[in-house]
């Protein structure tokens, strides 16, 4: 009894605690939906934050005109926040804040940092974002708790990348643009496409040789592009064109202006001669007067029973179509004494005095002949002068006067004018003076080559006697020449860019200003240019440094170039363009102009030199290094950094080589390990140059091998297992054509993708180059080309993303 009452009682107790028990877990679970709510309110809401952000920092952009596009990447943030919902209510406009800033390397810190907002000096690259949103809870309002708050901040930024672009200057980068080819040793053929150029008197011979219609040409395993010296060619317009002849900051007034067709079959001035009662030019006075008068030179009536056509009376000069400018040589000489141009500018009457027996020009000397100068300036500056009253381009100062008179006293002239005029002056009579007293006859590297046989060659000993019987012999015929003895705009510019003379003659510089369109330069130029602009206005947090090579300086007296960077890490755009084209001393002191013989003639940016490709990969190491020691080394003018040292631990590092032909010079410089982001090699100027020793190709590897060596290794690179390095490389000009038949492009083409290869950007070393990185076509497609390569490059992988 006592039992079965217990039992009954305790039944009864289970009815209110299962009701207490129900209250509870329908709280809970209430508590754990409104959870759940509030979880995915936050992850929208942090959602929103994400893409605001990023569609935020992706439309920034680098262009300061614009203002960075700030008022346009807050609209997009808004505008992807807004789109989005919450619990699903649609975001408004009072629920986004937007800041714009920079996420900005701190050399103090050798970190990143984020700066809201953007420093001044910064561009900015950041874009941070803060959703807040209030939401209901289903069952919390019974207890009281009717809603919540949330707020969910994201900060986007450009992802920070420290880019090298090292650029071909070497001498192969004008091939398109040579005169004469091949480029080294004797000149033999024309490379001109020019259709109208002399065809008068000896000019009319097949040996003449004087225009190029067999189009480009591979001599050597050389690919060369129809030259566009005073024509337009593949490798873009007339460089005869890039010359101007105004005072410095004036209106430009172009140097030269062409003379009429017409003079390619009838010259102006003095014609040659026709055979005795023929329309045939004559090769000798014998011919003229077939030996039955005596020759009384360039008058109405040449010998005696003449019965020609009229001829004027003697001017002294020969004037060509277009460029050719004009020439004092004509064959035979005008036996008159005040006439004769032999007397007049050389002082001799002996042809012996002036070619061997066989016709060959010979040297000036003691025993020979010597030069008037003076004479010579006085007859180019008779009307028709084919010169400028002073001659400029790309900064460059070439002359600001034709002087009277040229001092020989000294070697060479110390007066810049006279300098210059002595110098050219002596290149068209085929001279090139070697020393204070030696000179070299030099017509076989000039030009469209040496002087060639017309008739038979012939130079005898002056005949004894009076009067005209003591002329010359006869039948006398010297070698005739092709631009040999012609002033004018054509040869001035072979000067000024002779690469044969800089192959022979290692203190020959090529004179040529950094803008002239020497191809394929000119068009790599262009498309780098374009390419510079692109990454100002899209990716407003790379640093980019540009870099040349060619054959360096191996000491402080060499003759090499480009051993300074260009530009030093940074988003310095105006210099990185003004370096394509001007000098650096004139960019670093604006204003100011330099001499052809002033020392820093040798680093305008002109194509000359040898391909010595490791040099751009060391400059390359250097400037991604972040040692604090190599911002300063360079002393002013040169730009902090110019050494190196603002490379950014943390920014992914990319290089961008452009070449245009296989490495072939050789250099190498001790590697300083001072750690992780702190090692360099000593090429470091001033005071420090590369040896000219080793294999080209194994110090090629070994330098992009350490580049793209990991921060942790022994002997330090710049690639982590997140952000490796990153090469690229582009071929550029005729050499890459498939069409074209040269043995370099093999050599080229493998040793651009075993860098690639090395620097992560192919599969394999035999994978083929892209097709985007092969540059080849005219001069606008190559520019087009290479401004759509640096695009992928440049796009290729993550460009935006969240670091908060």
């Known amino acids: 009894m006592i039992t079965a009452h217990k039992t009954s009682r305790s039944r009864g107790l289970i009815i209110p605690i299962l009701a207490v028990v129900m209250v509870a877990m329908l709280g809970f679970i209430a508590l754990a939906i409104d959870i759940g709510m509030i979880a995915v309110a936050r992850t929208q809401s942090q959602n929103a934050a994400d893409t605001a952000a990023m569609a935020g920092a992706r439309t920034l952009n680098g262009d300061t005109s614009g203002g960075y596009n700030e008022t346009g990447a807050k609209a997009q943030a808004l505008q992807v926040a807004m789109s989005s919902t919450i619990q699903a209510n649609a975001i408004s406009k009072s629920q986004v804040d937007l800041k714009i800033g920079s996420y900005t390397y701190d050399y103090s810190q050798t970190k990143f940092v984020v700066n809201i907002p953007a420093l001044t000096t910064d561009t900015p690259n950041l874009v941070k974002s803060t959703i807040t949103a209030t939401g209901q809870n289903l069952f919390g309002r019974m207890l009281g708790n009717s809603a919540f708050n949330i707020s969910s901040t994201a900060t986007a930024v450009h992802r920070p990348r420290d880019v090298a672009i090292i650029l071909d200057m070497s001498g192969s980068m004008r091939f398109d643009s040579l005169l004469g080819v091949p480029y080294s040793g004797d000149r033999t053929q024309s490379n001109n496409p020019e259709s109208v150029y002399p065809q008068f008197g000896h000019y009319s011979s097949t040996s003449a040789g004087l225009q190029n219609t067999s189009g480009p040409d591979t001599i050597s395993g050389d690919s060369f592009g129809l030259a566009n010296i005073t024509v337009a060619t593949d490798a873009g317009d007339p460089i005869v064109d890039d010359f101007y002849q105004n005072a410095l900051g004036a209106t430009p007034i172009p140097a030269f202006t062409p003379a009429p067709d017409r003079y390619a079959t009838t010259p102006d001035g003095d014609q040659p001669l026709m055979k005795y009662r023929t329309t045939t030019p004559a090769q000798t006075v014998q011919q003229i007067t077939n030996g039955t008068a005596t020759f009384n030179g360039y008058t109405a009536t040449p010998f005696t029973g003449y019965t020609g056509p009229t001829v004027p009376e003697f001017k ?448 394999t070393a035999t994978t083929p180059l892209a097709p985007y990185k092969i540059i080849t076509g005219t001069a606008q497609q190559r520019s087009d080309k290479i401004r759509q390569a640096f695009s992928a490059i440049m796009q290729d992988g993550v460009q935006v993303s969240l670091i908060e």
């Open 316 to 763: 002294g000069y020969t004037q060509g179509p277009r460029y050719w400018g004009k020439t004092f040589f004509i064959w035979p000489p005008d036996p008159r004494t005040a006439n004769d141009w032999r007397q007049k500018f050389f002082g001799v009457t002996d042809n012996t005095v002036l070619w061997d027996s066989s016709g060959n020009w010979k040297v000036p000397s003691s025993s020979t002949y010597s030069v008037n100068y003076t004479a010579i300036l006085a007859w180019i500056k008779q009307t028709p002068n084919p010169f400028p009253p002073r001659l400029r381009a790309g900064r460059i100062l070439y002359y600001d006067a034709i002087p009277s008179s040229i001092s020989t006293s000294s070697y060479p002239p110390s007066d810049p004018n006279q300098r210059f005029w002595k110098e050219y002056i002596d290149y068209v009579l085929g001279l090139y003076q070697k020393s204070s007293s030696a000179y070299d006859v030099v017509t076989k590297y000039t030009g469209y080559g040496d002087d060639y046989i017309w008739g038979t060659p012939k130079i005898s000993v002056k005949p004894t006697g009076t009067g005209n019987a003591n002329y010359m012999n006869t039948a006398d015929n010297p070698e005739r020449p092709k631009l040999h003895f012609w002033f004018g705009p054509m040869t001035m510019i072979d000067f000024l860019g002779n690469y044969n003379m800089w192959s022979q003659y290692t203190n020959w510089n090529p004179y040529w200003p950094g803008n002239c369109h020497e191809g394929p330069l000119w068009a790599c130029k262009l498309g780098v240019q374009s390419a510079l602009e692109d990454i100002r206005n899209n990716h407003p947090n790379d640093f980019v440094s540009l870099m040349y090579f060619s054959t360096p300086k191996f000491s402080a007296s060499g003759s090499g170039s480009f051993n300074r960077v260009r530009v030093p890490l940074g988003r310095n755009y105006s210099r990185l363009s003004d370096t394509l084209w001007f000098p650096p001393s004139t960019i670093d002191t604006p204003g100011t102009e330099i001499r052809p013989y002033d020392s820093d003639n040798l680093d305008v940016p002109r194509a000359y030199g040898g391909t010595t490709t490791v040099m751009g990969f060391m400059l390359a190491y250097n400037q991604f290094s972040g040692n604090a020691s190599l911002r300063t080394f360079a002393p002013s003018p040169a730009p902090a950094g110019d050494a190196g040292g603002l490379g950014r631990k943390g920014a992914q590092r990319l290089i961008i080589l452009e070449t245009d032909g296989m490495a072939n010079n050789a250099a190498t410089a001790a590697f300083t390990n001072a750690g992780a982001n702190n090692s360099y090699y000593k090429v470091r100027l001033p005071g420090e140059y590369p040896t000219n020793s080793g294999t080209v190709t194994t110090q090629i590897y070994s330098v992009v091998n350490q580049i793209c060596a990991l921060e942790t290794a022994s002997s330090p690179g710049y690639s982590t297992a997140r952000k490796p390095v990153l090469i690229h490389c582009m071929g550029l000009g005729p050499i890459f054509d498939p069409s074209t038949n040269s043995s370099q492009r093999a050599a080229a083409l493998d040793l651009m993708q075993n860098i690639q290869y090395i620097g992560g950007t192919q599969a």
